[in-house]
């Protein structure tokens, strides 16, 4: 650990003392807010300052046990610190996905050779990591990046599609734009609307708007879809066989919020109560395989100031770890 580490540990046991901040993190403070490019009013400042600090001493107290070896991925203070774990988890409220028993294709893994490592990034089929900001649209990014490299798949061409047009047209199939949706949903505007937009003609905005989707500037559709039978073993072959999957994670720790590099693992994490939408790219290991070291590739929208460059490692292996195969799916386009 870094002496400056020891230095902000010592000055936060004092914090607790000194009401209602810490001058001793002023400098910090300022850093974070320059860095991030927050701007409060004068009453603002000392709310999200006492959560800052709270934050901190989450993440202190994280990285202190992984240089203890007590835990296998860091933290760090990044754009969310400022926000309460309530706040963040209004961010990503899904609809449950529906019980998806009923559709028709459902992917069992064959016995078959896997290779140890995917990484889809590798094989073009993964665009830029993007950035839902505070609008509660994960569900429309996952979806995006799963047809992103089908459409891949089968043209050789990689486009980042619009979750806006997703965002702002799939109401009347069950979303609520920035305030819930489900992936499937979505994908169901795609199937029956015939197409959808490119992020270029229709760029983000973060915001709920009317929909302004235009046939003739399609740029993918979809046919169906099939499901991931639920467990890590079919989501592996999935992964291996088909391409990026989307998948529902449970993300409503502090620990995800803040992660920075290793790989994830929240005592605390459910496999049924689902609230995020991410990207599968890919699986793999660390070290000797027999350590138990292996990993999900997870791709993330929350810009790459998130986590490895937007990525994180998830356990894999570990009994559906935080829901990761619970409602895996991809599209056929
Ligand atoms: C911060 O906000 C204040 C008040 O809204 C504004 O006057 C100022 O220009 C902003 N500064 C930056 C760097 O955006
Ligand atoms: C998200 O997951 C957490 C923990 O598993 C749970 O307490 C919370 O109710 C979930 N939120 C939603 C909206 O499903
Ligand atoms: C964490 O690392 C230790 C030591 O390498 C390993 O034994 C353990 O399986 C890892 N845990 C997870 C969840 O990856």
């Not at 459902?106 to 839902?132: A, C, E, M």
């Not at 993330?300 to 619970?326: D, E, P």
Request: glycine fraction near 10%; include cysteine; proline fraction near 4%.
């Amino acid at each position: 650990m870094s002496p400056v580490v020891l230095l902000a540990i010592l000055c936060l046991g004092v914090a607790r003392a000194t009401q209602p901040s810490d001058p001793s993190l002023d400098s910090e403070w300022q850093e974070w807010k320059t860095k991030y490019e927050k701007n409060y009013s004068l009453e603002e400042e000392g709310q999200k300052r006492a959560v800052w600090e709270e934050n901190m001493k989450v993440v202190k107290q994280h990285n202190i046990e992984y240089d203890q070896e007590k835990k296998n991925f860091t933290m760090e203070l990044n754009a969310f610190a400022d926000m309460t774990g309530e706040e963040f988890r209004k961010m990503m409220t899904n609809i449950p996905v529906q019980n998806l028993r009923k559709k028709k294709s459902i992917h069992q893994p064959i016995f078959r050779y896997l290779p140890k490592f995917v990484d889809w990034r590798r094989r073009g089929y993964v665009t830029s990591v993007k950035n839902q900001g505070t609008c509660n649209s994960c569900w429309a990014f996952s979806v995006a990046g799963a047809i992103e490299g089908q459409m891949f798949r089968k043209t050789g061409r990689l486009v980042s599609l619009s979750p806006q047009n997703l965002v702002d047209c799939s109401r009347p199939e069950g979303n609520h734009g920035c305030h819930m949706g489900s992936t499937l949903y979505a994908l169901k505007y795609v199937w029956s609307n015939g197409g959808l937009e490119a992020e270029s003609t229709y760029p983000y905005e973060g915001k709920e708007g009317p929909c302004r989707y235009l046939p003739r500037r399609s740029a993918a559709r979809v046919t169906g879809f099939s499901t991931v039978a639920r467990s890590e073993e079919a989501l592996m072959h999935a992964v291996a066989t088909i391409g990026p999957i989307s998948v529902g994670i449970d993300a409503s720790h502090v620990s995800f919020r803040f992660y920075r590099r290793g790989i994830y693992y929240e005592p605390r994490c459910s496999s049924n109560r689902i609230n995020h939408s991410v990207l599968v790219v890919g699986y793999g290991y660390e070290g000797r395989e027999s350590d138990g070291r292996k990993y999900w590739l997870i791709k993330n929208s929350h810009g790459v100031g998130w986590g490895m460059n937007g990525y994180m490692k998830l356990a894999r292996g570990w009994n559906n770890h935080c829901g990761i195969a619970t409602y895996g799916f991809y599209p056929r386009v």
